[in-house]
């Protein structure tokens, strides 16, 4: 498996501010991929993020609204612009290891948005 | 368009008793990964099982099994011998693998597990 991390823990925005959540991971890896969890609702994927490229948004996710960097194979960062409440959920990052052919996640980033 | 499908809200049984959760999952893809993740009250996403569709074989982790039937769309995850620390969200999901790597995870809207002391 491998270490992933995840900052900031938790955070309380104010509506209209944007906030951005950073996935690490100890090791390199070629797919990273962000979920965003509703309150009481299982996870849906956001975007797919590959070093090197632009993000593959999922349909229903904008690039304006979610906006995605993966500087190089260990880091990547979601920010989401323009906060309402309804964008009040857990976010969390995955990586698939090369050959692993299985997702670990982060221990997520808990958004609330006042 | 995959679909994942967990008929079970919640369940609660006793400390030591076997437990079943179901999944079936809906895709035209021959080639697929199904897995079943647990989440516990801290919201860390936990791997529990995961199973190969072209492995005939049932995976099986510990007191952890799966009961996969491929014809049927069938993913189901028995716990043996369950224990109190096992209370938590079970999410099953699904994925592919392209040629460009992996696909993200098709998730179902999960089960509560809750384990009686």
């Known amino acids: 498996s491998a270490v992933i991390s995840q900052k900031p823990s938790r955070d309380i925005c104010q509506r209209g501010t944007s906030l951005t959540i950073q996935c690490q991971v100890d090791?390199?890896?070629?797919?990273m991929f962000w979920y965003r969890q509703q309150p009481g609702q299982s996870l849906t994927l956001i975007a797919t993020a590959n070093q090197g490229s632009e993000a593959t948004y999922e349909s229903g996710f904008v690039i304006d609204k979610f906006p995605i960097s993966r500087p190089n194979l260990t880091f990547s960062t979601l920010t989401v612009s323009n906060m309402s409440p309804e964008d009040s959920s857990i976010y969390l990052c995955?990586?698939?290891?090369?050959?692993?052919?299985?997702?670990?996640f982060g221990p997520g980033t808990r958004l609330l948005v006042l | 368009a995959q679909t994942v499908t967990q008929s079970q809200p919640e369940m609660s049984v006793q400390e030591a008793e076997t437990v079943t959760l179901s999944c079936t999952y809906d895709?035209?893809?021959?080639?697929?990964?199904l897995f079943w993740y647990k989440q516990p009250p801290s919201r860390q996403m936990i791997l529990v099982i995961r199973q190969e569709a072209y492995k005939q074989q049932n995976a099986t982790e510990n007191r952890f099994s799966v009961n996969f039937q491929k014809a049927a769309k069938s993913f189901s995850l028995k716990i043996s011998d369950s224990q109190l620390g096992d209370t938590a969200m079970y999410f099953c999901?699904?994925?592919?693998?392209?040629?460009?790597?992996?696909?993200?995870?098709?998730f179902g809207k999960g089960t509560h597990l809750i384990i009686q002391p």
């Open positions: 090791s390199q890896v070629t797919m």
């Open positions: 995955s990586v698939d290891l090369a050959g692993g052919e299985t997702q670990y």
């Open positions: 895709t035209s893809e021959s080639n697929y990964y």
């Open positions: 999901a699904f994925t592919t693998y392209s040629g460009g790597g992996a696909d993200g995870l098709t």
